[in-house]
């Protein structure tokens, strides 16, 4: 079973609807027991990494998100990678989980580059395949990148794989049947 | 690199896609669902719904239609019409749609923009917005509501801006001069806007063959572009559109 964790960050629909359509089995969950218990889990998430982590505190989930992080297949989606690294500057700067050493950024004003980058954006690492991306900050290239994506100037990470941890910035539930691919390597992995 | 955006648009009317000319003349096209799901096979990058009788008739979003193209396809897609506050917003984003458009509503109430941005996050809120030309107004346009039947005296550069620092996260610019005659994007305005704004601007209004999205993509610095009429019709389909834009140089998502 995967457990999807609900920490009050965005909507999870589109998550769990994308599970569905892959024929696998997910609750969404806020329950520490039921996340020890699920044999994968998913951790996504839209919004501001500031209350992301006040929610998963006062949730009582930071210990337990980090304990499935480094022992069962967990996949980080938009705010649920960010925040696994170690600091946000959003909202004048957050210390967020630290299971990934590395820093997250705004995108800098450049002329002819919106903020957030909204569209379907292609990803060095997985093939050039283009993902659905919804951002106003980045993750900057660490070891563990396993895929990048370039956007007003930056070259950001897109994905990052440490064993069975993957986590990425775009949105595979609605990154159509390329994202749906990328689900089901997960489901495997 | 980001590739540019082409959104089917879907006017459903008493739970059938219709399309008419102004508002006017409308002609059954099909079952949203099905047509949402042929789209996205298609190649679209997005869609959005627009429930056109739900705000005229005074009642609420059909919620069952959301839920229907939610679990149909896996891209995202925008809804509007019949959302009166915060509450209906987050019916919608529950029931699977990624974004919320608002337009006569946040003429009105333009603090919606705020609440749902600080509730749901800029990304999920639209702005969509109805400008005409006249020459009294700053930019030379002025924002209309309610399908073009009103006249509001506000200016639409000046508009744009506000709701952008309201927190509109893409705008949604629909020129009611070129709206229905498929005789290629209203330029002009569409660029006026994308050059006042820091957030992504959708150009909407008189897509009808695949050069007038190369065009509104060089020229007028759009970052998506909606078309109806002529997909819908059954004159092109997005890959030939997509097949356009590439020729032209525009960066196009090709495979899906």
């Known amino acids: 079973m995967t457990a999807i964790i609900d920490y009050k960050a965005g909507n999870l629909t589109s998550v769990k609807l994308a599970f569905a359509a892959l024929g696998a089995e997910a609750v969404v969950t806020s329950d520490p027991k039921v996340i020890a218990a699920a044999d994968r889990v998913v951790f996504p998430g839209v919004g501001a990494a500031k209350s992301a982590m006040e929610n998963l505190r006062a949730l009582g989930l930071v210990e337990p998100v980090k304990d499935a992080a480094a022992t069962k297949p967990f996949l980080g989606i938009c705010l649920g990678m960010q925040i696994l690294f170690d600091h946000s500057e959003e909202d004048g700067g957050v210390d967020c989980l630290g299971i990934i050493s590395g820093h997250v950024r705004r995108f800098p004003t450049v002329p002819g580059f919106k903020v957030p980058e909204i569209g379907w954006n292609g990803v060095e690492g997985l093939d050039g395949k283009e993902f659905y991306f919804v951002h106003s900050y980045y993750a900057e290239v660490v070891p563990e990148t396993a895929g990048f994506t370039e956007y007003a100037g930056v070259k950001f990470t897109a994905m990052v794989k440490k064993g069975r941890l993957w986590a990425c910035q775009f949105h595979p539930e609605k990154s159509g049947r390329i994202g749906l691919e990328l689900l089901k390597e997960w489901l495997s992995c | 690199m980001l590739t540019k955006r082409v959104i089917p648009c879907l ?169 229905g005659t498929r005789e290629g994007f209203e330029l002009n305005i569409t660029r006026l806007i994308a050059e006042a704004v820091d957030v992504p601007v959708v150009a909407s209004g008189g897509a009808g063959r695949p050069e007038h999205l190369v065009t509104v993509f060089r020229e007028a610095k759009a970052d998506a572009a909606i078309v109806a009429g002529m997909i819908h019709a059954g004159d092109y389909t997005i890959s030939d559109i997509k097949a356009a834009m590439c020729a032209a140089g525009v960066p196009t998502r090709m495979s899906w």
């Not at chain 2, 627009?50 to 705000?55: H, L, N, Q």
């Not at chain 2, 974004?99 to 509503?105: A, D, F, G, Q, Y």
């Not at chain 2, 009105?108 to 107004?137: H, S, Y």
């Open chain 2, 11 to 179: 006017d459903v009317r008493n739970g059938r896609v219709t399309k008419g000319v102004k508002f006017k003349n409308n002609v059954d096209l099909g079952d949203p669902v099905e047509m949402a799901v042929r789209y996205s096979n298609g190649g679209a990058d997005e869609l959005v719904f627009y429930d056109i009788t739900a705000s005229a008739e005074r009642r609420p979003i059909d919620i069952g239609m959301v839920e229907a193209v939610a679990k149909a396809i896996r891209i995202p897609f925008a809804v509007g019409g019949g959302i009166s506050s915060v509450e209906d917003m987050e019916r919608v984003i529950l029931a699977g749609a990624e974004k919320i458009s608002v337009n006569s509503l946040a003429v009105r109430n333009p603090d919606i923009i705020a609440e749902g941005a600080k509730a749901f996050g800029a990304q999920c809120i639209v702005l969509g917005m109805d400008p005409v030309k006249n020459d009294k107004t700053a930019s030379g346009y002025e924002i209309t509501t309610r399908g073009f039947r009103e006249f509001t005296g506000m200016d639409a550069v000046e508009w744009a801006k506000r709701a952008a620092d309201l927190g509109a996260g893409e705008i949604v610019v629909n020129s009611v001069d070129a709206d």
